[in-house]
């Protein structure tokens, strides 16, 4: 089983539609949670971390549930410009050795 | 200017041939990770370093070898080049005395093995 599972998508949405992205984690030791954006042929960058209580970042809110241990990522008023990649990324743990794990990513086109 | 650099960005080489891939970042991070990324595979892990001469197996680390002189580099070598090691190579960098720890990516280095 995989560490990190995503639906790949794709997810065709319409400008200012709201769409979600849910991303489940396999193991309940992990620690630490973000979401990666990633725009074709370029490196992912960070979009933002997930906390226990859940956070907001503008048009982008994600929540995390670790009793079903999935995190969540909503984007509100789509743009033409959120197109891209979202990977989600979970740390094991921030101190004990590489333990960051990458899903494969799940595919957003916003339409005109 | 970028916080993490990687050269080059496009490579083509033959089956056979010694490369090597450099990685250099400005942050002052400790970590330090070679990923590649293939389609529909996502991104695995191949070597990571967490201090200079730190060196670390990830995932798919066969056919791989890295060094870590210096702080600021870290270098991903391929001994003999075969086309299956065509793909995306990502270089992340990381400081594990934050609070929520985080990887910074280069751009990329784009490679052909032919």
């Known amino acids: 089983r995989k560490e990190v599972e995503q639906d790949p998508g794709p997810f065709n949405v319409p400008e200012g539609a709201t769409v979600a992205f849910n991303c489940t984690y396999s193991?309940?030791?992990?620690?630490?949670f973000f979401w990666y954006r990633q725009d074709c042929r370029k490196e992912p960058k960070l979009l933002m971390s997930?906390?226990?209580s859940g956070n907001e970042d503008g048009r982008f809110t994600a929540q995390l549930n670790r009793a079903s241990q999935y995190i969540s990522l909503l984007i509100r008023d789509s743009k033409l410009s959120d197109s891209a990649t979202y990977l989600c990324?979970?740390?094991?743990?921030?101190?004990?050795?590489?333990?960051?794990?990458f899903g494969t990513g799940t595919s957003l086109t916003v339409i005109p | 200017d970028a916080d993490v650099t990687q050269t080059p960005r496009n490579r083509i080489t033959k089956t056979g041939k010694r490369i090597m891939l450099e990685c250099s970042q400005t942050?002052?991070?400790?970590?330090m990770y070679w990923y590649r990324q293939d389609p529909g595979l996502g991104l695995r892990l191949i070597y990571y370093?967490?201090?200079?001469?730190?060196?670390n197996k990830g995932e798919i680390s066969d056919g791989y070898s890295v060094s870590r002189q210096a702080q600021a580099k870290f270098s991903l070598s391929l001994e003999s080049a075969i086309p299956n090691q065509t793909a995306l190579y990502f270089c992340?960098?990381?400081?594990?005395?934050?609070?929520?720890?985080?990887?910074?990516f280069g751009p990329g280095t784009r490679l052909l093995v032919l």
């Open positions: 992340a960098t990381s400081d594990h005395g934050t609070v929520q720890e985080t990887q910074y």
């Open positions: 193991n309940s030791a992990s620690q630490s």
């Open positions: 997930v906390y226990s």
């Open positions: 990324v979970v740390n094991l743990s921030p101190n004990t050795g590489n333990q960051f794990y």
């Open positions: 942050k002052g991070h400790d970590r």
């Open positions: 370093s967490f201090d200079v001469k730190d060196i």
